[in-house]
């Protein structure tokens, strides 16, 4: 039989339901500090990696074509790591979410209609300057202009269908990375 501490309405009735119910609230607040101190962790390394992460797509075309194997060894020729990859297939109100600052340009409807048009292969990629390096590997967005020995230049048929996407900054690499990782899938 337990020591009757509090009366009234209260639901704690006895000395050992308190410490009970005091230990659970210990426990909890441990529990918090340590989620706390793991959330800082977990700024701390992003904030570490923010610039050396970028995103990337191999368009459909490329994947059409066969091409996945020679640019992921492309890639990692480059020296990327790949911290985050999957095949999947957009919905054209996918493309026009991901392309939304492009919906005033004339090529829009062009340019969701074949980037929802068949399978293609995201892709999370890291290395020191990672946004630059990986455009710089990539090439210009026109194959027809792209320097020798870049992805478009050996992959890309046209400005349209140009095998492989980078993000253009560092903000809109986080952006992009978050429209299709989450962060379970980031290794
Ligand atoms: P990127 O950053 O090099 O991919 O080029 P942009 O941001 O300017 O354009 C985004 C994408 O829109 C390009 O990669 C192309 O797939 C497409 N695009 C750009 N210009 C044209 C164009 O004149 N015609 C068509 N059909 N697509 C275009």
């Not at 202009?145 to 269908?161: C, L, P, Q, Y």
């Amino acid at each position: 039989m337990g020591v009757k501490v509090v009366g009234g309405g209260s639901r704690i009735k006895t000395i050992e339901e308190a410490i009970h119910v005091l230990n659970g609230l210990l426990e909890k607040q441990e529990r918090f500090k340590r989620s706390k101190s793991n959330d800082i962790h977990a700024e701390e390394n992003m904030a570490e990696q923010v610039g050396n992460l970028t995103f990337g797509i191999i368009k459909p075309d490329a994947v059409r074509g066969g091409k996945v194997g020679s640019i992921l060894q492309r890639i990692t020729d480059g020296g990327f790591k790949i911290r985050g990859m999957k095949l999947i297939h957009l919905s054209k109100r996918e493309a026009e979410g991901f392309y939304a600052v492009h919906r005033e340009r004339p090529f829009f409807g062009e340019l969701t209609k074949f980037m929802s048009g068949g399978p293609c292969v995201v892709l999370a990629l890291e290395k020191a300057g990672a946004v630059k390096a990986w455009r710089d590997l990539m090439g210009a967005t026109d194959p027809a202009k792209a320097d020798e020995g870049t992805i478009r230049k050996e992959f890309a048929a046209s400005i349209g269908e140009n095998a492989v996407h980078g993000s253009d900054s560092e903000e809109n690499a986080q952006i992009e990375i978050a429209y299709f990782f989450s962060q379970l899938e980031l290794v």
